[in-house]
């Protein structure tokens, strides 16, 4: 383990003057509501629990019962570090991630895609950089249009 007295001053500091919290509650509270909009609003998804991380990625699991037969699930992620909403595609296990992301890699899924480098994903994409928390209806449209262009090319990719 790294020497971590210098780091450790800098943490305090920043959490002293409360705004990292603050932010912090902010963005779990955002990303709780954002579960809640696609549960109450979208009867066609398993949505599954909420994961508030450790300060590096929050996100909750969706499903859709083709999905869900086929082991697959997407989550849609915060990834706090770059600041950006993001959809993954999800494997129950590492034998299904590796034969999707094989069948994926064989046919064109779109620019907006990439492999992923995360060894419980498949596939990434960055709906949303640097999102203005000042319109949360901006955000939650932009999501949900995201996830419905990300579940079309999907579908026409695996079937």
């Known amino acids: 383990m790294e020497p971590m007295n210098e780091s450790f001053s800098e943490y305090q500091k920043q959490i002293q003057t409360g705004e990292i919290a603050r ?8 990303m709780q509501s954002l579960r809640i909009y696609f549960k109450n ?13 450790a300060m590096d990625f929050t996100y909750f699991p969706i499903s859709t019962k083709e999905l869900k ?3 697959l699930k997407f989550v849609i992620i915060f990834d706090h570090q770059e600041g950006s909403f993001e959809i993954w595609l999800a494997g129950q296990n590492k034998q299904v991630q590796s034969h999707y992301s094989g069948l994926i890699s064989e046919k064109e899924m779109g620019d907006n895609y990439k492999a992923s480098t995360h060894p419980h994903s498949i596939l990434e994409w960055v709906v ?3 999102p203005d ?4 209806v901006t955000i939650t449209n932009r999501i949900e249009e995201g996830v ?3 579940l079309k090319d999907l579908n026409r990719v695996i079937g």
Do not use: M, R, T
């Open 23 to 30: 932010v912090y509650k902010s963005l779990i509270a955002f």
């Open 69 to 71: 037969e086929k082991k």
């Open 128 to 130: 949303l950089k640097n």
């Open 41 to 53: 609003n979208h009867q066609e998804f398993i949505v599954g629990s909420f994961y508030q991380g």
């Open 148 to 150: 419905n262009v990300f």
């Open 133 to 136: 928390f000042n319109d949360p």
